[in-house]
Each structure stands twice: as structure tokens, then as C-alpha cells.
């Protein structure tokens, strides 16, 4: 196990109804908001109206950024900094999933910084004042209600970047699993394949020792792994939507990555994905992470072993330990392709001829991926698997 | 799964040498500190030498309170109350295990309040203003480290009580494994007990549909089972002792009890085994617990079954279910036996002539235990099981 430091303040209040809690929680930061949110979801099953009442009620002021998109824009970041100065405002509000609040972490950091706030996902620049930042979230996925990052994306170049402080953790994030019964189903199963990756990236790890985070980790992919095809019948089973919810934020609150050195290289690979193709994330990490598996899966084929017997109940074969590792990782992409998702780019309509840009975009600032190094060459050789 | 606020902010510091940073933590909290703290240990093993330097480095002034008892006592408490009024002292440091941690919390919260700081223990009074706390652990159990509780003996009576108050979390806490080495193989294993129990406490409850708790619960158990054996055979097994410090956190700091109703009945019980004779809580455990379960598993055999086929690789009877579940409950005693604790008053040297007091203590503010509750007759059976 590695040496580590693990703080993770934001507030969680979970469970029914529980939006309605947004205005007194908001009130205790500030007094002037931004309602930052995406299209018309939340207007069109009510939500909106609830937010906006406990706000009113606790008596504060209210100013609406809606229209963030999935891969939330640089442009939509860069307004949202100008209206914040304009009105003071104090606090943000992130209503949706990790688009919308990585889109308000984006803001809040960016208000008090004189520079361009892509240079903090540049690493040109490192952040400093961040206006604090509240979330109801309505789609389970990105983890971002409790996580330290944020991924935008730059429309010139079409560059998908991420960015992480400990001052981007919200302050409270309310879970209200009632809120995602009207997800649609591949709404709901990119969000699972997002959560699933998020556990993997750390679970596959070269530093050794690591039985409690390992066994964590292949509890909380266990559960997800369960409770989907329950939502996929029953998009209003409560307590399934729930499962998800939170296995959502436990995925990346960073405790399952406690005393362990991630990957991240598959979502280096996708972010080149869903930036220039515009895909869900999950459904181009649904089509990287089987391809990565096949890559690199011989640096340690116990480990692979390890999650095809525990993750996915298959056999050990004890005399060909590496048959065992390929049926977890041909298991994994049954799985996908069970609850709707892409694992090849031809299944996405993504065409072939830019690969080698993408793996010249992904490398850019040198090797990928912490369990195995991966330069150009590695890349696209792994989006070539996954053709 | 039912509703529920979560919020933990204690960083953690885990790993090698950490202890030498605890005098720049503790320097951003306060500039008086109490250091709080058991027998001799610290100073036999160096522990002490080197916390100080780090202190004396960051500028502090230091008062000491040495002595804390295991079980801690009331008496001690109101002394160290006295000394950080006179001394004006802005922050506790406790160095040690749940005893230091429990007693510097009970300090804490009596500086402010005009009243008999044992009120918050019998619920007479609510804490308010508490002076920071910060943790060195130097023995992985109560899990005090990271949670909202305190429980303290008080002498007149022998009463053992607990409350708790977010307030109480301790601001840090400083883990490293090392520390552990030099625990005396029982002192380990009462340790193990106690972590293990306060997963079992959350993990026996009623409420339904709690998949991923009940798999992190698992999860945590497994760890601590399989690691334990290494330490008793290798004291000096950094990755073994790495495992247990930080399952025992993670038992306690009630992630593993969100949207879950704990039972906290055997808690109750051993309280008033370790009150009147003054053993180690985790020996008391090792005995509560098996007779506990015998008496309530038919609440939920299916549950029982559960764990005995999930943490303890029992084979599932499923023409058989209670039969799978007694089984479970069998391997957990002989369990407790292979680590050397008791399983029975009898040899823990207790004997059989205050069961009906104990019972009766117990159970003066109601039944104890959410799962089954149990009133004095309850209490009394189960006591007697323990024979």
C-alpha cells in the first residue's frame, strides 16, 4: 500500500425528497446563486420548480445559466465567469449530472483568476479562489457530486481535459434516487459504464498489497453490476435506482482509491473519443476498457484472474490462469453489450480514419496510464482492438 | 435503503514516518495544545520524542496529560477539562488508541460547558462549543479516529456510556502502520474484535435492500479476516498491519452505515462487561457476539446465511438455510478462538453472580439493539448463553 492523504468533506444527503432541502443547505454559503443546468429535463419533470421554490424560501437570489452540454463546453465556462462577476454572485448550483457540475466547477474557478481558466486544464496555471459549488444531481455517472475534478471541453481543437484541486469538492451534494427514474435506458447504462470505469481505473494498479481497496472496489462493481438490468425493467424500482446512486459517489469519492496509484489511461484514450465524436462517455468507455484489457492484460494476469472470479463469478482455472483473466474480460463486454452499450467503435458509427490523430491528441504530454505506459503507438494500437 | 445525511471531513494521514507531520496539521488549528495520551508505550518505542519534535518544530507550546486508562475514566476527564481552562489550551492531541482518542473528545467537549461533562454521556445536556481534536493512532480498533463518538467509564457506578455529535470527529488523524508493530499479539486481536464488531453492528439490521453496503461491510470483514493471521505469525508485516489500520477507519467513520439502521445491542452489553470488570472491549466482544446471534439469527436466517456463505466461504445449504447460518456463527467463534480471544465469561475469568445487575444496567434507559430489540429478560438470556 502506498502512503496517502484522504479528505473528502462534501456533504451527502441522500433519499427521498430530499431536494427540497437545497435552499437551507444553499443559504448557509450564500446569498446570491447561479442555477447552472443543462436542456429541459429538469423543467419538464418538475424539478426545476422544487429547486427554484426552496431556494425562494430561503431567500435567496437567483440568477439561471441553463443549456450545458453533455461534454460540457469552454465557451458555456467562459460565460458563466462573466455573468458571476457581473452579479456577485457567491454561490453555484450544479442541477444534473457530471456535465452540469463539472461546468459549475469550471466557473467557480475561474472567477477569480485573471488568466484564461482553460489554463487550469492546461496545467499552465493552478487554482486558487474557488467560489464554493452545491449539487443536486439527477443522473448517477460521473461521480463529480463529491469528486476534486473537472472535464471540459475546448471547442477550438476539440480538446477533452480534465483538471483536479481539493478546493473543486462541492460542498453538499443531494441524492435523490426518484429523480433518475426518468432517465432513459442508455442514459442509464452510459452512466453505469462510467461508474464502472471510474472503479476499474483504480482497481487495476501496479502497486501491490492493496486487499481492502481491491475488495471495495469489486463490492461496489458487484452491486452496479446487479442492480442495472433490475432499472433496465423496472425504471422506477427505487431501491435499485438507488444502489446505483450511490455506488455512483462511492466510485469516486476517492476512498476506493485509497493507498493505490490508478490507470486513467482508458479515460485519456475516451475523452479523444466523445471530444471530437461527441459520443456519451460511457458508451466510449464501454469500447476502450475491453480493448485496453487485451492490451495489457499479461502484465499481471493474476490481477485479471482476480477480477473475472470475484467481479464476475467466473471459474478459476487454476492450470491456464490466463483463460481465466480472458473469460472476465469477455464477460465485462457482454455485460456492456447486455445493457445496450457499444464495445467497438464500427457499433458507435466512429469512423476509422482518425485514429492516429487520436492517439497523437492522447500523448501529447507524454505516456498514458500508470499500470502500463502507453505511448502513440500503444494508443493506437488499443483503438485499432477496438475497431 | 433509508435516508441519510453523510459527511466525514477528517483527513487522513496514512502511511510510513507520517507521524512527523504532525506538528505543521496541528499547527493550523491551534497554538496551545494539550497532548493526551495512555502508559508508557509511546515513550518505550520513540513514538513520543518524535511527535514532540514535530510539535516543538511548529512553534507550539505543549501541556501533557499522560495516564488515560483503557476503558477511560470520568475522573481523568474532568482533570484534563481543568487544565485546558487554566492553560488556555486551543487544541487536544491524542496519541494513542480508542482510550486517548475517547478521553481527549470528552475533554473537548467539557472546556465550553458549565455542567458535569458526563450530561452529554447520559443525555442530559447536548455538546456546543468543542476545541479541535487531532488523532496519532497507534492501536487500529474503536475506530475513533474518524468517528462522531466518545465512551467513557464513569467510576461512580461503573457506568460505561457513549454519546456521539458530528462536532466530535477529530480534525486529522495520523496513521501509521508501523505504530502497530510493536501491539502485543491479544492487544491486536481485541483490536480485530472491535473492528469486526463495528461492522456487524451496522450490518445486522432490518432495514431491506442495502446491497452495497452490505457488500462493503463484506468487503471490509474479509480483509480483516484474512490479515490478521499474518500479523499474529509476522508482527512486523507492514502491508498485514497497513490493512487492518485502515479497515479499522473505514468500520467506523459510518460510510459502511449509510442508509442502514446498526443494531449497536452488543455494543450495549459488553459495555457492561468491560464497565464492571474492566476488560479489553474487543475481549468482551468476542464473547457478546456469538451468544448475541445465537438468539436473534432466526429474525433472518436468509441474512445469517448470507454471512456465513459471503464473509466466511461457507457452503450454502439451501435445502438447509439455518443450518448455513449456524454454521456461520460456528466458524466466527472459532474464529475468535484461533486469535486467542474468549468466547465465554468463563474464560475471561467473569463470573455468573452479576448477570441480572448487568442486564438490569443495561436496559435502565429501554430496550437496547435495533435489529431485535432486546429488554432485560432478553439481555439476560443472552448473558447467560455466554456462560
Redesign the interface.
Known amino acids: ?16 425528497d ?1 431536494e427540497n432541502q437545497v435552499g437551507i443547505e444553499t443559504a448557509s454559503y450564500g446569498g446570491k446563486v447561479l442555477l447552472h443546468y443543462g436542456g429541459g429535463s429538469i423543467k419538464k419533470y418538475g424539478l426545476y420548480g422544487r429547486i427554484l421554490k426552496s431556494l425562494r424560501d430561503a431567500g435567496l437570489k437567483i440568477i439561471e445559466l441553463g443549456g450545458v452540454q453533455p461534454n460540457p463546453r469552454l465557451s458555456l465556462v467562459k460565460k458563466g465567469i462573466d455573468i458571476c462577476r457581473k452579479e456577485k454572485v457567491d454561490f453555484i448550483l450544479a442541477v444534473g449530472g457530471g456535465s452540469a457540475i463539472d461546468s459549475a466547477k469550471a466557473v467557480a474557478s475561474g472567477v477569480s483568476y485573471n488568466g484564461d481558466v482553460w489554463d487550469f486544464y492546461t496545467g499552465k496555471a493552478v487554482v486558487d479562489k474557488v467560489i464554493p459549488v452545491g449539487v443536486v444531481l439527477t443522473i448517477p455517472a460521473a461521480g463529480s457530486e463529491a469528486s476534486n475534478g473537472s472535464v471540459i471541453t475546448n471547442e477550438e481543437g476539440l480538446y477533452k481535459r480534465a483538471f483536479t484541486s481539493e478546493k473543486l469538492r462541492p460542498r453538499f451534494a443531494i441524492l435523490n434516487p426518484e429523480i433518475s427514474y426518468t432517465l432513459p435506458s442508455y442514459q442509464t447504462a452510459c452512466g453505469v459504464s462510467d461508474i464502472m470505469a471510474h472503479i476499474m481505473e483504480r482497481y487495476f494498479t501496479k502497486v ?2 492493496v ?2 481497496t481491491d ?2 472496489c ?3 462493481l ?2 452496479v453490476i ?2 442495472i438490468p433490475i432499472i433496465l425493467k423496472e425504471p422506477e424500482n427505487y ?1 435499485a435506482r ?2 446505483i446512486m ?2 455512483g459517489t ?1 466510485a469516486h469519492n476517492d ?1 476506493l482509491g ?2 493505490r496509484i490508478g490507470d486513467w489511461g482508458s479515460h485519456g484514450m475516451e475523452h479523444e473519443l466523445s471530444g471530437i465524436y461527441d459520443i456519451a462517455h460511457g458508451a466510449g468507455l464501454s469500447i476502450i476498457f475491453p480493448a485496453w484489457m487485451k492490451y495489457v492484460y499479461k502484465q499481471d494476469v493474476e490481477k485479471f484472474a482476480q477480477f473475472a472470479v470475484r467481479v464476475w463469478n467466473v471459474e478459476p482455472d487454476f492450470k491456464d490462469i490466463e483463460k481465466t483473466a480472458l473469460e472476465g474480460i469477455e464477460t465485462l463486454k457482454d455485460f456492456y453489450e447486455k445493457i445496450g452499450l457499444p464495445i467497438t467503435l464500427k457499433e458507435a458509427n466512429i469512423p476509422f480514419d482518425r485514429l492516429e490523430e487520436m492517439a497523437e491528441k492522447c500523448t501529447e504530454g507524454g505516456p498514458v496510464g500508470n499500470f502500463v505506459r502507453l505511448d502513440k503507438s500503444d494508443v493506437l494500437e488499443i483503438l485499432k482492438l477496438a475497431r
Open positions: 500500500m502506498e502512503n496517502f492523504t484522504f479528505k473528502n468533506a462534501t456533504k451527502i444527503i441522500f433519499g427521498k430530499t501491490k498489497n486487499d481492502l475488495r471495495l469489486e463490492a461496489t458487484k452491486t446487479s442492480n431501491e438507488a444502489e450511490w455506488a462511492i476512498i485509497t493507498g
